[in-house]
Antibody
Framework: EVQLVESGGGLVQPGGSLRLSCAASGLTFSSYWMTWVRQAPGKGLEWVANINQDESLKYYVDSVKGRFTLARDNARNSLYLQMNSLRAEDTAVYYC???????WGQGTLVTVSS | EIVLTQSPATLSLSPGERATLSCRASQSVSSYLAWYQQKPGQAPRLLIYDASNRATGIPARFSGSGSGTDFTLTISSLEPEDFAVYYCQQRTNWPWTFGQGTKVEIK
């Protein structure tokens, strides 16, 4: 059974940083493009960033470019999202998923507030 | 950025009825369009990819059609578990984008 388990969310002040992690199991992690998708409370979905299998390609939505950084460790079957200079509008549930949309984690809530 | 517009915003139907959801793109996305179902407190679930292909394990009552700028998700006969929010999503150009969602509610 495929599992994607996010962690690292929480409450952070504006301007602060958080690092989200996503632990994958039940799939050949190193074969998949991976992504982060977020959903603000009561709102729709927003595709945030993609990373390819060997980290040579990364794509970010404009609103997070320069503040968020994607990384992965294929040996540890893990995906990471380093989030710096956080803003109130970054408040959301962050989901990790395979880029083809077939597998999703349960999400981790990030709240940016003073 | 490609904007996806879904209609209607809310669809009020009874179990057993047919649901027809629309997604219109601001420019052609070829057939690179997916549909997701989301229930409260849950992650999205992939239903349809590349406009008309059912994802693994998705019942045959779900079907997708369209290409270019106009797409449709059809649920042939609503089951109680189908009442949820549905999103379309394009993966033609970065940034990939979602529509704003259609809520299918029980009438």
């Amino acid at each position: 059974e495929v599992q994607l388990v996010e962690s690292g969310g929480g409450l952070v002040q504006p301007g602060g940083s958080l690092r989200l992690s996503c632990a994958a199991s039940g799939l050949t992690f190193s074969s998949y493009w991976m992504t982060w998708v977020r959903q603000a409370p009561g709102k729709g979905l927003e595709w945030v960033a993609n990373i390819n299998q060997d980290e040579s390609l990364k794509y970010y939505v404009d609103s997070v470019k320069g503040r968020f950084t994607l990384a992965r460790d294929n040996a540890r079957n893990s995906l990471y999202l380093q989030m710096n200079s956080l803003r109130a509008e970054d408040t959301a549930v962050y989901y990790c998923a395979t880029v083809n949309g077939g597998f999703w984690g349960q999400g981790t809530l990030v709240t940016v507030s003073s | 950025e490609i904007v996806l517009t879904q209609s209607p915003a809310t669809l009020s139907l009874s179990p057993g009825e047919r649901a027809t959801l629309s997604c219109r793109a601001s420019q052609s996305v070829s057939s690179y369009l997916a549909w997701y179902q989301q229930k409260p407190g849950q992650a999205p679930r992939l239903l349809i990819y590349d406009a008309s292909n059912r994802a693994t394990g998705i019942p045959a009552r779900f079907s997708g059609s369209g290409s270019g700028t106009d797409f449709t998700l059809t649920i042939s006969s609503l089951e109680p578990e189908d009442f949820a929010v549905y999103y379309c999503q394009q993966r033609t150009n970065w940034p990939w984008t979602f529509g704003q969602g259609t809520k299918v509610e029980i009438k």
